[in-house]
């Protein structure tokens, strides 16, 4: 366990990562729910196996300030932006994410969202997940 927390601390990819997963246990998100798309999304995301730019970017070569969000142009696209700042997903956000999250946004808020036990809110996250990504996959064809 030593081990595992050390080397999620020292890489820069895992940065989100552990900081909402601090415990070395089965989370609560792999049998939460039996939708396989939707808690695979969440698992992808958790995990930054995604496509956002802060991924994206640094797979081609982009430097990490130039990892910008497509929507809001001058803004890191990173998990936090998608999940509870970027104005592309507020119609979505309104559906799932509980308004806490989102009305004066923080990292603690979003750390607070990433690790909720709450069956109900992680089945909520994962849908906002899935159809956000569909959501920017639709504006990143018109973008093109």
């Not at 601390?9 to 940065?15: D, H």
């Not at 930054?48 to 929507?71: N, Q």
């Not at 999250?101 to 809110?121: A, G, I, R, V």
């Not at 994962?126 to 920017?136: H, V």
């Amino acid at each position: 366990m030593q081990r595992w927390h050390a080397e999620c601390s020292t890489n820069v990819k895992l940065n989100h990562y552990c900081m909402f997963k601090t415990n070395f246990h089965v989370e609560k998100y792999t049998y939460a729910f039996d939708i396989d798309k939707y808690r695979k999304c969440l698992a992808n995301f958790r995990s930054s196996s995604h496509s956002l730019m802060i991924e994206k970017g640094r797979h081609i070569g982009i430097d990490r300030e130039h990892r910008s969000c497509f929507y809001c142009e001058t803004v890191l696209e990173n998990e936090f932006h998608f999940m509870i700042v970027c104005q592309l997903y507020d119609d979505i956000r309104l559906v799932y994410i509980p308004l806490y999250y989102y009305q004066f946004p923080s990292y603690t808020k979003f750390y607070s969202l990433m690790s909720s036990e709450n069956e109900t809110l992680i089945r909520n996250t994962a849908m906002y997940i899935y159809n956000a990504m569909l959501e920017r996959e639709n504006f990143l064809k018109c973008y093109d």
